[in-house]
């Protein structure tokens, strides 16, 4: 093990390729927790490190924390580089599949413990201790029923995907086409990928309001994604069309309360952070954890808008992220 001298010098030596945050050891006798996050930028991954830094507080545990800002090789870099730091466990929120893949794999041959939230690798790609996520079928498929309703079962919709291949992008789509299943008079007649984007969002709405005028409703794989096509069809002068989405961000309760959007599926992202040190925690301390540990969301609407808080979902920040 590092020395604490040691450990800051390299910590220092490595900060600016790894963009790597710590926070004050709080007991010099645990091991430092490595936290590589995909990005600051989604309000989900922002509320989920709030979290993570919270629990570590709470517990007297020193953490290491790199952001990859949406690179994939680049993240997979930081990876290894806090595996250099000896840290004693990985709470990992993976850009993509790659990144997932490979970062899990460094871990698994340096014997560090990997939690991971959100995203994980596809099977047969490494070892995890837990993995900790939204049950992202079920809030897709009943977010799509609920919408499919709303349209009468009937009507065209749009698509818009995150990330390809990612762990929710995968998962909310499958949902979904459970959904669609049950549905003969829904057509689908565009997807396009959004990668979680507002404004890549907004200008795939653009474009398919143009080729499909005739358009009822959009499913934005995320908040983000959900606003963007909404704001497109507003400008559009299409107020009836139906725009819904997963995450539960607070500018999406904003939303629904305007009419711009009509719903979403809100996860806790600031709870699922806590589990996510949590749990390496007592990985640390030789305790068992669950394999799989999801979580289930909650639908928001017009209807219930006024009677839950942002805060419930995305931690005590959560006023400030709008």
């Known amino acids: 093990?590092?020395?604490?001298?040691?450990?800051?010098?390299?910590?220092?030596?490595?900060?600016?390729?790894?963009?790597?945050?710590?926070?004050?050891?709080?007991?010099?006798?645990?091991?430092?927790?490595g936290i590589a996050v995909a990005d600051q930028k989604s309000l989900f991954y922002v509320a989920a490190l709030d979290g993570m830094k919270a629990a570590a507080e709470a517990a007297g545990y020193e953490v290491s924390v790199a952001v990859a800002n949406n690179d994939s090789q680049g993240q997979v870099n930081q990876v290894e580089n806090l595996l250099v730091q000896n840290i004693?466990?990985?709470?990992?929120?993976?850009?993509?599949?790659?990144?997932?893949?490979?970062?899990?794999?460094?871990?698994?041959?340096?014997?560090?413990?990997?939690?991971?939230?959100?995203?994980?690798p596809e099977s047969g790609q490494g070892q995890l201790a837990t993995y900790i996520a939204t049950d992202s079928v079920k809030a897709a498929r009943d977010l799509c029923?609920?919408?499919?309703?709303?349209?009468?079962?009937?009507?065209k919709i749009a698509i818009l995907h995150g990330v390809l291949g990612s762990t929710a992008e995968i998962q909310r789509t499958q949902g979904c086409q459970e959904a669609l299943k049950n549905y003969p008079d829904i057509?689908?007649?565009?997807?396009?990928?959004?990668?979680?984007?507002?404004?890549?969002?907004?200008?795939?709405?653009q474009n398919i309001l143009t080729a499909n005028p005739d358009l009822a409703a959009v499913f934005g794989e995320s908040d983000a994604m959900s606003l963007g096509a909404a704001k497109a069809a507003r400008e559009a002068g299409r107020t009836d069309l139906i725009s819904v989405g997963i995450d539960g961000f607070p500018t999406m309760f904003d939303g629904i309360k305007e009419g711009l959007t009509q719903a979403t599926m809100a996860q806790i992202p600031y709870k699922m952070g806590q589990m996510g040190v949590e749990n390496a925690i007592k990985v640390l301390n030789g305790e068992t954890v669950p394999e799989l540990q999801y979580q289930d969301t909650v639908l928001v609407t017009s209807e219930n808008v006024g009677s839950v808080k942002p805060a419930d979902f995305y931690g005590p920040a959560a006023e400030a992220m709008k």
Do not use: H
């Not at 004693?88 to 460094?106: M, N, P």
């Not at 609920?146 to 009937?154: A, H, N, Y």
């Not at 057509?187 to 709405?205: M, S």
């Open 88 to 120: 004693g466990a990985l709470v990992f929120i993976s850009q993509d599949s790659t990144a997932a893949a490979a970062g899990v794999k460094a871990a698994n041959k340096a014997g560090v413990p990997v939690i991971a939230v959100d995203q994980r």
């Open 1 to 33: 093990m590092l020395t604490t001298t040691k450990r800051a010098l390299l910590r220092g030596l490595m900060g600016a390729a790894c963009a790597l945050t710590v926070l004050p050891a709080m007991a010099q006798d645990k091991p430092v927790i």
């Open 145 to 155: 029923t609920w919408m499919f309703e709303k349209m009468g079962g009937k009507g």
């Open 187 to 205: 057509q689908v007649v565009a997807e396009q990928t959004a990668n979680w984007d507002e404004t890549e969002a907004y200008k795939a709405t």
